[in-house]
């Protein structure tokens, strides 16, 4: 156990929908990444979270958004779904500002687009 | 921009064999280096990390990986692997003072047969 939890782990949804991907860090961890694996394109780094504030941006589309809130959880918000963007999504932690240590991964969302 | 290469996407082993998987990054200046390793059904985890000084280390379970600068190279390797190692292995890269992001490879799929 990694002490990231993520939720849910499935979720199945429609074309043109939108949904939530949520992430509770480590206890005292205060950077918050997200991830999303596809079979293709292998493990992409989405976004970054530290403390509340966007620290850095990878490849995230328009259409997904991501949040930290002052309890350190974080929200990656997924809209106008595309039946590519069925993946699995990784939310990983870590205690530093920057990715230079480790980072503990949640077990991952599946999203499952039809 | 940084990238990360692995050459073997699958790779198939009798137990007892020797493993190597291979790990090349683009980047000229200062990285730290790590593996991960997801088991099937579970989070990903660490399974060494490279930051400075001896250039082989040793990780978690019998694996080792070996830093040659000159190659911008960080191979794992494991003198003899066991079922139990059957897992996607992913070489990870974060450019110190660059994107300060942790970049994966696209990872490798070890199959240890019995």
């Known amino acids: 156990d990694s002490g990231v939890t993520q939720t849910p782990k499935h979720l199945i949804t429609a074309t043109g929908q939108r949904v939530t991907l949520r992430c509770s860090p480590r206890?005292?961890?205060?950077?918050v990444y997200w991830y999303q694996q596809s079979l293709d394109q292998g493990l992409q780094f989405l976004i970054q979270?530290?403390?509340?504030?966007?620290?850095a941006k990878g490849n995230i589309l328009e259409r997904f958004s991501a949040q930290q809130f002052p309890d350190l959880h974080s929200e990656l918000n997924l809209s106008s779904l595309e039946l590519g963007d069925s993946a699995l999504y990784f939310c990983?932690?870590?205690?530093?500002?920057?990715?230079?240590?480790?980072?503990?991964f949640g077990e991952g969302s599946r999203l499952t687009v039809l | 921009a940084q990238s990360v290469s692995q050459h073997n996407h699958h790779v198939i082993l009798s137990e007892a064999a020797s493993l190597e998987l291979g790990c090349n990054y683009s980047y000229g200046g200062t990285v730290n280096l790590f593996w991960y390793v997801q088991y099937p059904g579970q989070h990903l985890q660490l399974l060494l990390k490279y930051f400075s000084g001896d250039p082989l280390v040793k990780g978690i379970k019998g694996f080792e990986a070996e830093f040659i600068k000159s190659k911008f190279s960080f191979n794992l390797r494991k003198p003899s692997v066991q079922w139990s190692d059957t897992a996607e292995y992913f070489c990870a890269v974060n450019a110190l003072g660059a994107t300060n992001k942790l970049i994966f490879g696209t990872g490798t799929l070890l199959a240890v047969q019995p």
């Open positions: 206890s005292g961890d205060l950077s």
């Open positions: 990983a932690s870590s205690v530093s500002r920057t990715a230079v240590g480790e980072l503990f």
């Open positions: 979270y530290y403390n509340g504030e966007e620290r």
